[in-house]
Every structure is written in C-alpha cells, then in structure tokens.
C-alpha cells in the first residue's frame, strides 16, 4: 500500500516540509490588507514549486551523478524524488489558488475564468498547475504497481505538459524565474540522451560490428530467464540492475531487474593473481574448443592462451536476468516464449545500465546472511558468487555466507539452478556457503529433500526470525543482512534484524526494494 521512509529520510524530508511551510506562512502580517498578503503568499509558493522542481527532476535521473558523488542509491534519492513532487504539486495548487482568490474578489468568478481561458500567462499557469495534479493523483503506490505500464506513460506525458506549462508561463511576461526553468530542461534532456548514449554504446559495436542478441527460455513456475549477449565485454558489480527493453514485445517501454548471473565472472570478479587469468582463459579456450569440436595439441593450446593473456581476455559479455510473468510486458515475453518450439524465444533487445544499487560493502564482512523472497533471488547470485571467488584468493574477510530464499513451489528453482549448481562447484563452498530454502506450499513432502549439510530444504514459510537467530549463534567478525523481496517478507526481515539490534547485536541491514 505504499513505502515509509526510514528513520533518516523521516527526519529530512520533515524539516524540509517544515521549511517549505515556513517560507510560505512567515508573511508580512503587518500589512493589514488581505490581498496583500494572498498576493505574497501567491509569489513565494509559486517561487519554492519552480525551485522545488529543480531537484525534483535530478533525483529522478537514471544518470543522477549524486548517486556516484555520494554513494547514494537511486532508490533512496527516488524517495525524496517522490516527496518533492508532493512538495511542488501543493505548492502549485496554493499558488493558482492564491491568485484565483485575488481575482475573484477583484472581477468576479466568471472573469477569472475568462482570463484564464482567454489570456495566454494564465492559460499555461493553470496547464502547469492542472498537470501537476494529475502527476500527484496518479502516483500513488498501489497505482503505481498495480498498472506500472500506464503509470509510466502517463507519469512521462504529465510531467512534459507541466513543464511546457511553466515555462510558458514564466516566458510570456519574463518572469525571473525562467533561468531555473532553462536549468530544470537542460537536466532533463541531459539525462535522456545519457540513456540513449549508455544504451547505444553497450549494446553495438561499430567496430567489430554486431549487436545485442537475446535469448529467452520460458521456465516452470511462470518465468524467463532472458540472457543479453552484449558485443562488448563489460564489467559488472555484484547488486547492480539494468532496464530490459524488448522492442518485438514492447516497442519503447523499459524495465528494471537485478543482474542475476553475468559471464565470463571476470567481468564481476577481475583476478587479482596472474594464476586466476591463467585459469580464467584456461577455461575460455575449453568452451571455445568443446563448441567448434576442433582438437588442438597442447602446444598449439599454450600458445592461445599466451596471446590471450598478452591482449586481454577479449570474451563478450553474456548477461541473465528472470523475469517473473505478471502482468503488461513481462506477460507477452512469457507466452511468447512458451510458444516457441523448446519455449525458447532469439530475438533482438537492449539493456540499459548496468546501475548500481547501493555501495555496501559485503567483502568487509565476516558473516554475510542474504535473505531472497521469490524473484528477489536474482539480486544475491553475484553477491555469492563474487565472495566466494574472492574468498579463494585470499581478497576479502568473509567467513561465512547464508543463502536463505523463500518460494512458493520447488518450480522456481528452475529458475536459477544452472547458476546455482556452479557456485555449488566452486572452491571452499562447503566451509563458507550454507543454503536454506523455504518451501511455502509444496506439493507434497516427497520435493522437500536436503542434498546436504550445507544445501537444506523446509517446507512452510520462511521465520526470518529463527533463521536469523541461527546465523548469528555461529557468526564470525562483522554481520551484515541484505533482504530483497516482496514488501510483506521484507518487513519481516527488518523486524527481526531491528529485533537483534535490541538486544545488543552489532549488524548492519541493507534492504534492496526497487521502490519505483
């Protein structure tokens, strides 16, 4: 039903409600006359709503170079973003008002009309303001995530009417104001064509030519897993999201998701020892030579790997995401793809990003637990993965990982288990790797089976709880707990985190919510 900010945001985004009432009511009340003071008031909001635009559309920036500058996440500056549109909506709304006020008692109520329809300045006031309250009535949460593909569209289209209002409004009787409204357009446009740059760059290559191709393989459980082979090679951080577009699907709409598995790893892990490139292209020439059926002598084998190592490992980069079918896009990728022979779907795409989530540190910890609701998993696979690789070389302080993931049916572990059976094989998994998963309705106990010590299944839902507990009777240095995953198991998460927080604990939690 919607997001509270954390404790911190609370505070800020209090005293700046705060300021902005302020600056609105600390009129000249030594002024006796009414209209006075409503035309005071009239130019000081209308003032604070432009200014107030300006950081309204920074923090909705993709491309938002605070984010980098301050280590701050898009998710975090997206809530301010959403507030300052509040702000900037009501301060809107409290100017027109003011000035209809005015005019009302000066001419009458049909002559403000009349002005408005008839006078330019005061039409594109009132498109501007008119805009603004479609943009806060439309972007409430539950209509947000409920129709997300509409939202879009008509969050975009608001947000363009508004500024073409104001500034028509400010330019036709030259308020001062117009530099900001300059400032506000250039940020904007700025921002979108670093989207196209960073989307035309990743996915073509002008001088190898080639672009983006897209596989998409319809799984059990209503899901894809869509795999980006880019025509570069890219470096990729663990936590990090792209926007998926598919025209054949959806010709122009984009959407967020986690990077869930990225190859080769040294686009994630770069080695730190010449050893591990050694291996690292070792294993490169295995899958070239296994996929062309060529056999080559060991001599002819060394001396590949020698030049490749002198120039770099040039392999491209293949990027995965799953996509759970709701509803809009990601249900037509679906079907679409059941529909192909082998449910499996080539087609052509683009990703724009990658974009980090957040900055936590997860190698400087020496207990990492890692909560994942349903589809949430995708945004801890790299997580694990790079630890582990790092963990071998000696490069990081983690000594133990939980894994724990919490789905409805086994169906879903179609989802990741390639990816799942090759951190399964990596070096010293079994002294730092545990995972529990959490079978909420099974079809029967016969699925729930633990392979292992380390690899355990239960049926019913996951008690972040008990599970938390647990971890922490066995930690070692440091504990951070990462959460990502619908708002309800989050929200448990939190609890019981804040809970052992209480009691003394020293953790630190990272929530990833995608609150957009």
């Known amino acids: 039903m919607g997001v509270l900010p954390s404790r911190l945001h609370t505070i800020l985004i209090t005293i700046y409600v705060l300021s902005q009432v302020a600056y609105c009511a600390l009129l000249s009340y030594s002024v006796n006359e009414k209209a006075a003071l409503v035309a005071e008031l009239r130019g000081r909001s209308g003032t604070l709503a432009v200014l107030n635009m300006i950081p309204l559309f920074l923090f909705a920036g993709r491309n938002n170079a605070l984010i980098w500058l301050l280590g701050i996440s898009f998710d975090t500056y997206n809530t301010f973003h959403r507030w300052l549109g509040r702000i900037v909506a009501i301060e809107s709304i409290v100017h027109t008002t003011a ?26 006031g009132a498109v501007g303001t008119a805009a603004m309250i479609l943009l806060i009535t439309h972007s409430s949460s539950p209509i947000r995530h409920a129709f997300y593909e509409t939202f879009l569209h ?57 672009s983006t191709m897209v596989v998409i393989k319809a799984l059990p459980g209503e899901a894809c897993r869509v795999t980006f082979h880019l025509p570069h090679r890219i470096n990729v951080k663990p936590g990090s999201h792209v926007y ?11 959407h967020p998701f986690s990077v869930a598995w990225v190859d080769p790893s040294t686009c994630v892990t770069p080695p730190s020892h010449p050893t591990a490139a050694w291996n690292e292209t070792y294993n490169a020439y295995d899958r070239k030579n296994l996929k062309d059926g060529f056999g080559f002598s060991d001599l002819e084998k060394q001396d590949y790997m020698i030049n490749e190592l002198r120039h770099g490992n040039k392999q491209k980069t293949s990027l995965s995401l799953v996509i759970a079918a709701r509803t809009g896009m990601t249900r037509k990728l679906y079907n679409k793809a059941l529909a192909c022979p082998n449910s499996t779907l080539r087609t052509y795409g683009f990703i724009e990003g990658p ?66 059976d090759a951190i399964l094989q990596l070096p010293n998994r079994r002294q730092l790797l545990v995972i529990k ?42 504990t951070v707990v990462s959460v990502c995953g619908p708002g309800a198991f989050t929200d448990e998460v939190r609890a019981a985190t804040r809970e052992c927080m209480g009691r003394g604990m020293s953790l630190d939690f990272v929530e990833e919510s995608f609150t957009w």
């Not at 049916?409 to 288990?417: D, H, M």
């Open 99 to 124: 000035w209809f006020v005015n005019a009302v008692n000066e001419q009458g109520f049909s002559d403000a009309i009349n002005r408005i329809r008839d006078t330019a300045f005061f039409g594109w």
């Open 154 to 210: 008509l969050h975009q289209f608001a947000a363009l009417l508004a500024v073409v209002g104001v500034y028509l409004h400010s330019q036709i009787d030259s308020l001062p104001q117009r530099p900001w409204i300059y400032l506000i357009i250039f940020i904007w446009i700025f921002e979108r064509c670093m989207r196209w740059y960073r989307r035309f760059s990743i996915n073509f290559n002008l001088r190898g030519g080639g």
């Open 244 to 254: 998926a577009f598919f025209p054949t699907i959806a010709w122009w709409m984009s």
């Open 355 to 420: 974009y980090n989530s957040h900055t936590c540190p997860m190698a400087s910890y020496g207990t990492v637990i890692l909560f994942s609701g349903g589809a949430g998993i995708t945004h801890h696979m790299l997580h694990v993965r790079d630890l582990l690789l790092r963990a071998e070389e000696g490069c990081v302080a983690t000594q133990r990982i939980y894994l724990i993931w919490s789905i409805r049916s086994t169906e879903a572990l179609n989802w990741v288990r390639e990816w799942m």
């Open 437 to 478: 998963l959490f079978i909420s309705k099974p079809k029967s106990q016969h699925e729930i089976k633990s392979p292992s010590e380390t690899v355990q299944m239960f049926p019913g839902r996951c008690r972040p709880s008990v599970v938390l507990e647990e971890a922490l009777l066995r930690r070692v240095g440091a």
